[in-house]
């Protein structure tokens, strides 16, 4: 589909209507912030604020084209079109060098981390890791490609019912490798209660040799949410993710090292290591 095809399809205040799609655009924004192809930072003399007012302006130039964004998102994940029109990313594409690169940083760390716990014995704290779903250990890249970044929680139950994210690459082999080396993996994710079977399918499709039964796999449940997280039904991302983690370690668990593409993800302690995941597809508070 050509952009010009989406934009007949989509108006942008459409593009704009959920809350999720405001901040996915702030995330590309983030995410291009600085590159010279948009102009970005080329301020002139018209940039400036006029004399006597207080806050500059903003021009058209200070704001990426979000044409041209997806363009490039599209280059990132190295595009592949298949003949019925779904859209993967490539494993020789940059995203597919970056996330690799990642996991292979993280399986040294947590082999040195390891190694250490041995030492100390432990003090009996069981080691683990926590690994995010969504564009960390699954990859939405088609599916938000066919909701053009515009998050609709019903079309994501459509898709999730009936379709296998591929894994992220790299994190397959980490997530097994920790799990046959006695660490611990807690799935952590946004998703969904209502989510949980055809999430579990999805991981075990893939590939995904950690347990992922119900000890092992944390989901959001908005109506019935567990009596450790004090924030109930309310809580944001990180109060959700870091409460959670929290939960895990008064079981005992030791977290060695935490997965996320979200800097929500990642905030709020309890964990010894963090690895942000790219993801310049949209942005979550
Ligand atoms: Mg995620």
Redesign the pocket.
């Known amino acids: 589909m050509s952009p010009n095809d989406e934009r007949s399809t989509r108006t942008l205040h459409s593009l704009l209507n959920s809350r999720r799609a405001r901040v996915a655009s702030l995330g590309v924004v983030a995410a291009l912030a600085g590159t010279a192809l948009f102009g970005v930072g080329q301020a002139t003399a018209e940039h400036q604020p006029a004399s006597g007012s207080s806050a500059p302006r903003t021009s058209d130039r200070d704001i990426p084209n979000i044409d041209k964004v997806k363009e490039k998102i599209a280059e990132y994940y190295g595009d592949i079109e298949t003949p019925d029109g779904e859209h993967y990313a490539s494993p020789k594409s940059d995203y597919a060098h970056q996330v690799r690169g990642i996991a292979a940083d993280a399986q040294r760390d947590l082999k040195k981390a390891l190694a250490k716990e041995d030492e100390k014995a432990r003090h009996g704290d069981k080691p683990a890791i926590v690994v ?5 250990t699954l990859l ?1 890249y088609n599916f938000e490609r066919q909701i053009g970044y515009n998050f609709d929680p019903k079309v994501q139950d459509e898709y999730l019912r009936t379709t296998d994210m591929d894994a992220v690459f790299g994190m397959k082999k980490l997530v097994n490798w920790a799990d046959k080396s006695g660490i611990t993996v807690f799935f952590l ?2 998703r969904a209660e209502h989510q949980r079977d055809w999430s579990v399918r999805n991981l075990e499709n893939v590939g995904y040799k950690a347990p992922v039964d119900k000890k092992h796999f944390y989901l959001k449940d908005k109506e019935n949410p567990p009596p450790y997280l004090e924030c109930g039904s309310d809580c944001t991302t990180i109060e959700y993710k870091s409460g959670t983690r929290k939960h895990i370690e008064s079981e005992g668990f030791k977290i060695l090292g935490n997965f ?3 800097f929500s ?1 990642l905030k709020g302690g309890h964990a010894e290591r963090r690895y942000k ?1 790219p ?1 310049p597809m949209y942005f ?1 508070p």
Request: aromatic fraction near 0%; charge should be negative; avoid cysteine.
């Open positions: 995010d779903v969504d564009d960390t939405t994710t946004g996320g593409d979200q993800d995941m993801n979550l």
